[in-house]
């Protein structure tokens, strides 16, 4: 929801705005209903204030959100891990193609989920900049930086325009969130973004600036967040979803190891159109409704296992956008380096096991908050100095200081 202004230019309370981590992706806050009037002492550290302008104590982040970003950036970590081994293993390959599905899938729709508040507002613009556009452009160049000097490339050029590696992300969080305004106002917002995906998997002439084809073929689980209620996630906690979804995993598995040998996981990725991948255009709108089909439901039965109690991995959930970028330098290491053909024992069930140990245990250690302070420069720079101070904002802090 967007926030109401007053017509002499006086802004009403304002929603409670989503929590935005390092990078800009949301972080949970627990709804509540709008404030009703406007706050008339100093806020809260959250920001919030009762209806009669007393301050009303924070809400405390709900756990369930913090832990389901924590697995997800967990299993993004171990499916970079697998890519090497899938050559080489059908059962890695379709363990891939499985998380591949929903992973990504499920760190959208919550980001999408906690951008509902988003509108045009000064400060949720700078936090946007300062926690989406400045990391895209710092990581952007430091991993093309990192690729001339670990793969021997020194004509990789730094191109903002076209996103190496993870940076996509960033970039197409920018955009979505850009676009927030709009799907509110549209009457049919996720069978428009699902319209669109098709459209662009259709359409190989889209190129690779701002790597769009995956900012719009993914643009479907953001809209559908975007329009998630805590109900719906209340629904997909209960206990015979959670039973449900045990035989859906395992129907999901075999499917992907039936289809292991018989399609490229190229899918998945959604950085191609149908033409650059060998099918025909009309194969490319059925695999985006049955890829999106499979991704939601898998999604779901993810959500129905994720613990809602806080645990000891829960103070993480704040951090997954660190692990994100930073495990990358690994992940792309190990490629450069060559420690998967070098070291043959990696491609065994044991070696598997390992690698899949070693990639959670390292995206957990970077998502932790001693690296989130040495790394607070890149993900969550201030930045006051680039930025002039709104004059809503200099007219409340007057009010209050009154």
């Known amino acids: 929801m967007t926030n109401s202004v007053h017509p002499h230019g006086r802004h009403r309370a304002p929603l409670p705005p989503a929590q935005v981590p390092a990078a800009g992706v949301p972080t949970p806050r627990a709804p509540h209903p709008p404030p009703q009037a406007a706050p008339t002492t100093p806020p809260t550290p959250a920001g919030r204030s009762t209806a009669h302008g007393g301050p009303k104590p924070a809400k405390q982040r709900d756990a369930f959100f913090d832990n389901a970003k924590y697995l997800a950036i967990v299993l993004v970590a171990m499916a970079h891990a697998w890519e090497p081994l899938t050559d080489h293993s059908r059962t890695a390959e379709a363990l891939y193609m499985t998380v591949y599905t929903f992973h990504m899938p499920a760190f959208i729709v919550i980001s999408g989920y906690f ?89 190989p002439d889209i ?79 059925v695999m985006t409704l049955a890829l999106f089909g499979c991704s939601v439901v898998l999604t779901a039965c993810f959500f129905a296992w994720v613990p809602r109690r806080k645990m000891w991995f829960t103070v993480l959930g704040a951090g997954t956008l660190y692990g994100y970028l930073l495990h990358g330098f690994l992940a792309k290491g190990s490629r450069f380096w060559g420690w998967f053909e070098d070291y043959e024992w990696l491609h065994k069930p044991l070696g598997e096991i390992f690698v899949s140990v070693i990639a959670a245990t390292v995206v957990t250690a970077l998502c932790t908050p001693p690296v989130q302070r040495m790394f607070r420069f890149a993900m969550e720079p201030r930045m006051e100095w680039a930025f002039k101070r709104d004059a809503a904002e200099l007219a409340r802090e007057r009010a209050r200081s009154a």
Not at 257 to 273: G, Q
Request: aromatic share 16%.
């Open 115 to 203: 951008s509902r508040s988003f509108d045009m507002r000064a400060d949720r613009l700078k936090r946007l900049v300062t926690g989406v556009a400045v990391p895209y452009v710092i990581f952007e160049i430091a991993y093309t930086l990192f690729k001339r000097w670990a793969d021997d490339d020194p004509g990789q050029p730094i191109s903002l325009l076209d996103p190496w590696y993870l940076t996509w992300f960033l970039v197409a969080l920018f955009v979505w969130r850009l676009t927030v305004p709009l799907w509110k106002i549209v009457r049919w917002p996720v069978p428009l973004a699902l319209a669109i995906a098709m459209l662009a998997v259709i359409s």
């Open 207 to 285: 190129g690779d600036d701002l790597d769009l084809q995956r900012v719009l073929q993914f643009l479907p689980f953001f809209v559908l967040g975007l329009f998630m209620k805590p109900e719906y996630f209340q629904l997909v906690r209960r206990r015979e979803v959670r039973l449900l979804s045990i035989p859906v995993f395992a129907s999901a598995l075999l499917l992907a190891y039936w289809a292991a040998p018989r399609m490229t996981s190229a899918w998945f990725y959604r950085r191609d159109s149908a033409q650059e991948l060998g099918a025909p255009w009309w194969a490319g709108v």
